[in-house]
């Protein structure tokens, strides 16, 4: 099946009788004849349903959909994007252990990865994706369990070279997590380019529609975790009298030891009318991605030619640093742009207040056009030196175009440009 088959089809083919559509099974648990079955699915949750902390067929046959688009072995949905960077990162490091990340990703990674994973003990080192392979590969140490990055960052839109990063990342023996929320995928599909593992926010494209905040982990079933040091994957687990992930479950090995541990221990699962939800805005994500990358051009093209504008990042733009890398990863450059205002943060705060069809609003990849102020709203836990990392200017503007007639959207941002020029002016 071709993208848009997969995303009206792919996790559910419902048998003679059974509804068209993927039922809501809003259940907490699953009745059996005997004890004995029940311990036999405790022994091996994999077997059957047992209780929706960690599994639901509702979330499943999203999982499996999602999975089937990533082109992985399978996946875990999550109750939100940051708990699938989490969970992404804790099924391989423990206390005492270091991952490397670029520095040009979402402000909410920076905030987990920086203060929370390292009261947990386990250490960040932050590469640029600027640098060479030989200062990258300095920053690896004996304890380093994998390499973090995301496709086109949020916000400042940098394209990662997946290649590259999963080629070092291999040379040492650990694997390369991918957090493919902008890109979705049907721009990019990392596994292709050598990544291992994916992440999503579904909160943005793959929900489209800012209907319910959740994750997803996707896993190729590419690595090899005998090749490094992966214990925790390979070995013996305690909690399951001693199974081995790699042994009892083969490629599968890494998605389900982090559903049978993880979300076992943490329960950060989606409700399954959640996961109808997202399964409703999954079906249509290869017709918006298309329209969101058509509107998105359209708009930084105008944005490009402004005498009110300073910069604009759109990989999509052939004057775009991240152009090059763009045309060799993605089918489309996603629907957000970001742009630098003349006049510095007063100058985004006027233009985003004067704005009448964009809503100022902390989300992005809405299905309707939204616009926010990195500095002040999503990055301001950010030092300046982090922000400056991260690739974010204090008069940077993030705008996320909609679906709506691109032709209103250039109009409403003429309206927010022209509120700008009267404060240049001094009216
Ligand atoms: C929003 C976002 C997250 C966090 O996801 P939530 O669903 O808000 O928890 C992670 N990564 C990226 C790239 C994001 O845009």
């Known amino acids: 099946m071709k993208d848009e088959t997969k995303c009206l089809h792919a996790g559910y083919t419902p048998k003679n009788t059974e509804p068209r559509v993927v039922p809501i099974v809003q259940s907490t648990t699953y009745v059996y004849d005997s004890t004995e079955q029940v311990a036999a699915v405790f022994d091996d949750p994999t077997l059957s349903l047992i209780y929706s902390r ?16 990533e082109g ?7 109750s939100s994007g940051q708990a699938a960077s989490l969970l992404s990162i804790l099924n391989l490091c423990s206390a005492g252990d270091s991952f490397i990340s670029t520095a040009e990703i979402y402000g909410g990674t920076v905030n987990l990865f920086s203060v ?3 009261r947990l003990g386990i250490e960040c080192i932050y590469v640029s994706q600027g640098m060479s392979d030989d200062e990258i590969n300095a920053a690896f140490r004996p304890n380093t369990r994998l390499v973090f990055g ?16 999963a ?20 721009l990019c599909k990392p596994f292709e380019f050598g990544a291992d593992i994916v992440v999503h926010s579904t909160s943005k494209y793959l929900d489209g529609h800012a209907l319910q905040v959740g994750g997803v982990i996707v896993d190729s079933g590419n690595f090899d975790w005998h090749s490094g040091d992966f214990e925790c994957v390979t070995g013996p687990d305690a909690s399951y009298h001693g199974l081995s992930y790699t042994q009892s479950y083969g490629k599968m090995a890494y998605i389900l030891k982090a559903r049978m541990q993880l979300m076992r221990d943490f329960g950060v699962y989606p409700a399954a009318h959640s996961a109808f939800l997202l399964n409703l805005g999954l079906e249509t994500l290869a017709l918006r991605m298309k329209g969101y990358c058509e509107n998105a051009l359209a708009v930084a093209k105008h944005l490009a030619k402004s005498d009110c504008v300073e910069s604009v990042s759109y990989p999509g733009l052939e004057t775009d640093a991240y152009y090059a890398l763009g045309q060799k990863y993605l089918k489309g450059a996603s629907g957000v742009i970001s742009f630098v205002i003349r006049g510095g943060r007063e100058n985004a705060a006027r233009f985003i207040n004067s704005l009448k069809l964009a809503s100022n609003q902390v989300h992005v990849a809405d299905i309707r056009t939204c616009v926010l102020h990195p500095a002040s709203e999503t990055h301001r836990q950010l030092t300046e030196q982090q922000l400056k990392d991260a690739g974010i200017d204090p008069a ?20 927010g440009f022209n509120a700008v020029r009267s404060g240049l002016s001094g009216v």
């Open 54 to 69: 960690f599994a639901n067929p509702t979330v499943m046959a999203v999982e499996a959909k999602i999975a089937e688009l």
């Open 72 to 78: 992985g072995v399978g996946a875990m949905c999550t």
């Open 116 to 118: 929370t994973l390292k």
């Open 150 to 165: 995301e496709t086109i960052a949020n916000p400042a839109l940098s394209v990662l070279d997946i290649g590259r990063f």
């Open 167 to 186: 080629r070092i990342a291999h040379a040492h023996n650990v694997p390369l997590i991918v957090d493919n929320t902008f890109a979705t995928p049907i």
């Open 396 to 415: 940077m503007i993030r705008f996320s175009v909609g679906l709506e007639n691109v032709q209103d959207i250039i109009e409403d941002i003429e309206v």
